[in-house]
């Protein structure tokens, strides 16, 4: 496991409370503004939504080629607040450096990028332009305005195939596919900017598959063509769009055939960023007023100036400021399982046929969650039959 560190910490019931508690007559979070890069996409417009409940101020950037423009309109129809939405693709430098001459921002989510696996394996090239040179554009705009909170909305992918089950945040790091690959490759980037400048705050979420919508059946996932996620191609059949669900591989060492995985209500998905977004204000307040704990003080003191101290002092200091939580649900739920937790919320049968597995599938793939439950005070609370039932919602609005 990673080593813990001892931050002003409040407890796992005082963050639900609070998320529970938040509504948009909540004072504000001292007017803190936040840009959420791909703010109009799936996950980013669920956490606008959380974020603008919770009182803080937020700013949307998004090219809108995986989302659409009425949903800054959609989040204020929730959410009885404004929303700002700026126009702009994170590979134009000077249109990311424009956005932040314009504001005055106190922390970034950092959503963007493109992300079918099948698809980068497809199109390598215009994946390592799009997700790094987004990212390397942005981080040069935050460095350059001194923005230097962050939290990065990475992915599980960045987990070697060959880790057993179930996933921490110290194992190995590695990917089949290049979008996997960016994930690490930013990953790597991150933590090699703090490394060198603990001005850097940097929280780095990593999650498997998000499905559900919001209650309001307003805002959803709806992806362009067709779906490349379970959860919406099923959502296409229920509605008549699609002729059968596809399970790829039935025979898997699993209790049912099917793969496993780990699915989390976007909803919740959404409050981890936030509780993550209260974590990165603790570090700041932390930093602000110089207060690195005894044990860390010491920790590091202790240490004497050879190389491979030195090294090891620097990665101590570097892990106060760049940290990589699991956000899940931390169990497996098998695609057999949520299929009919949709055929349960639809109200009927639907077709489905195996079909042979995917290379590079494997049975279980899901992570431990206990770090981001004892650090961050998270755990997901929604069930699957919840996920399936906004999910059908989303989908019976959005037609």
Same mark, same amino acid.
């Given at each position: 496991?990673?080593?813990?560190?001892?931050?002003?910490?409040?407890?796992?019931?005082?963050n639900v409370t609070d998320l529970l508690m938040a509504n948009r007559d909540a004072s504000r979070s001292d007017n803190k503004t936040i840009l959420l890069t791909g703010g109009a996409g799936f996950i980013g417009s669920h956490t606008a939504v959380v974020l603008l409940d919770r009182g803080y101020d937020v700013v949307l950037l998004d090219n809108f080629s995986n989302s659409k423009r009425d949903v800054p309109a959609r989040i204020e129809k929730i959410t009885d607040r404004s929303c700002i939405c700026e126009e702009v693709d994170l590979t134009d430098e000077a249109a990311v450096a424009t956005?932040?001459?314009?504001?005055?921002?106190? +922390?970034? #989510?950092?959503? +963007? =990028? #493109?992300?079918?696996?099948? %698809?980068?394996? %497809?199109?390598? !090239? %215009?994946?390592?332009? $799009? $997700? !790094?040179? =987004?990212? #390397?554009? !942005? !981080?040069?705009?935050?460095? +350059?305005?001194?923005v230097k909170n962050l939290i990065f909305s990475s992915s599980a992918t960045v987990y070697r195939q060959d880790n057993p089950v179930p996933y921490y945040e110290n194992y190995p790091l590695g990917a /089949? $596919?290049?979008? =996997?690959? /960016?994930?690490?490759?930013?990953e790597r980037i991150l933590t090699d900017m703090g490394a060198v400048d603990h001005a850097w705050r940097v929280i780095m979420l990593r999650y498997f598959n998000p499905i559900g919508a919001h209650e309001s059946g307003l805002i959803g996932e709806e992806p362009q063509g067709i779906p490349n996620n379970l959860l919406p191609y099923v959502a296409k059949v229920a509605a008549g769009d699609l002729p059968e669900i596809r399970i790829f591989g039935d025979d898997y060492d699993t209790p049912d055939g099917s793969g496993v995985r780990d699915y989390i209500h976007v909803m919740d998905l959404a409050e981890g960023h936030l509780v993550a977004m209260e974590y990165l204000r603790r570090m700041i307040d932390r930093d602000n007023k110089k207060e690195i704990t005894e044990k860390d003080a010491c920790s590091v003191a202790s240490l004497t100036e050879n190389s491979s101290a030195t090294d090891e002092k620097e990665r101590r200091l570097k892990d106060l400021n760049v940290r990589a939580f699991n956000i899940g649900t931390g169990k497996g739920t098998s695609?057999?399982?949520?299929i009919a937790a949709f055929e349960r919320a639809c109200g009927k049968e639907l077709s489905k046929a195996a079909y042979p597995r995917r290379p590079g599938d494997l049975a279980t793939v899901y992570a431990d969650t206990s770090l981001a439950e004892k650090e961050l005070g998270f755990k997901a609370r929604r069930g699957i039959d919840e996920m399936c039932i906004d999910s059908w919602r989303w989908q019976q609005t959005a037609r």
């Open positions: 496991m990673i080593e813990n560190r001892t931050i002003p910490e409040r407890s796992i019931d005082d956005v932040f001459n314009k504001y005055d921002f106190d +922390a970034v #989510i950092h959503f +963007a =990028g #493109i992300k079918s696996v099948g %698809e980068s394996v %497809e199109k390598p !090239l %215009e994946y390592y332009d $799009n $997700n !790094l040179t =987004g990212t #390397i554009n !942005l !981080l040069k705009a935050m460095n +350059a305005s001194d /089949t $596919n290049p979008y =996997g690959w /960016t994930k690490v490759i930013i695609v057999k399982e949520i």
